[in-house]
């Protein structure tokens, strides 16, 4: 009878003792502690330095947490997608983000492939606008053949030969707007030699002449829109006697062009007032 009891009693201890041991070896879980930025910059290095240069907003508005809900294995995709904040607007709802805004730690460094269009039309819509109403070689271009860069304004002559050597690509935005380059529109002071890199042998008989219209600018009478042609009267009316007109219907065939205006005589001209015949000298010739 006292070994039963002997027996009972140590198998009590030792079940007491394994108990104790168990309970040691195996605590109660822990209370979950929050993750903050300075745990994620332990192990994750690049993306915090990134924001803190060109964060934008991902810096001074959210937090690692913002985006990241949980870090796996406890949550099995942390990765978020941009519309879970960006909502609202066209542009948001383009897929394919990282196409453009390669870096979401650094969204506002774009960096843009040749192809791109549709995306910079969410928020660029009058380029567009013009592209399809004066339809140029330009307008079956995609926007960041030019546009390479994001904000880029690029000059004329990145593609293109200015008309003359002593043209600066500054001044190809006076006659021509990119996105709509054949519809040609100067303002009244443009000098006239921007007019004879086009228009050279125009320019030469004007520079030559001895008339009044040495002095008068190209855009003077070539105002309304470019390559129209005036008529003389627009500026001098019908300064001859209604017989000499009747005759001689066409200011030309007596003044040639008004580039190159012919001269006349004195007594040449008493003649024809007085109704005497008048041969008219020939083009390019100056009696």
Not at 16 to 26: G, N, S
Not at 94 to 105: E, K, Q, V
Not at 108 to 134: F, G, M, P, S, Y
Not at 197 to 204: G, L
């Amino acid at each position: 009878m006292k070994k039963l009891v002997s027996w009972i009693t140590m198998s009590a201890a030792v079940t007491v003792l394994t108990a104790a041991i168990a309970l040691a070896a195996d605590p109660a879980p822990a209370a979950k502690v929050a993750l903050g930025n300075t745990d994620c910059v332990k192990c994750h290095a690049a993306p915090p330095a990134d924001i803190a240069a060109n964060g934008a907003a991902h810096k001074s508005s959210v937090s690692c947490q913002d985006c990241h809900a949980g870090h796996r294995p406890m949550v099995k995709n942390n990765i978020p997608q941009c519309g879970q904040c960006h909502t609202g607007k066209p542009h948001y709802n383009l897929s394919a983000c990282l196409r453009c805004h390669n870096n979401p730690h650094t969204p506002k460094i774009i960096k843009l492939a040749t192809n791109i269009t549709d995306e910079c039309l969410t928020c660029h819509t009058q380029q567009i606008v013009k592209l399809k109403q004066v339809k140029s070689k330009h307008t079956s271009l995609a926007c960041s053949f030019c546009h390479n860069v994001h904000g880029k304004i690029p000059q004329c002559t990145q593609c293109h030969k200015p008309h003359s050597a002593d043209m600066t690509a500054a001044e190809c935005k006076r006659c021509h707007q990119a996105h709509m380059p054949t519809a040609v529109t100067y303002a009244s002071d443009t000098p006239n030699k921007m007019c004879a890199s086009c228009h050279k042998k125009a320019f030469e008989l004007h520079s030559k002449t001895e008339t009044k219209h040495k002095a008068v600018a190209c855009v003077t009478c070539h105002k309304e829109k470019h390559k129209m042609v005036p008529t003389c009267q627009s500026c001098h009316g019908s300064p001859h006697p209604a017989g000499m007109l009747a005759r001689f219907q066409k200011c030309g065939d007596c003044h040639n062009t008004a580039h190159d205006l012919n001269r006349w005589d004195a007594s040449v001209l008493k003649g024809a007032d007085k109704g005497e015949p008048v041969t008219p000298p020939k083009k390019g010739k100056k009696k």
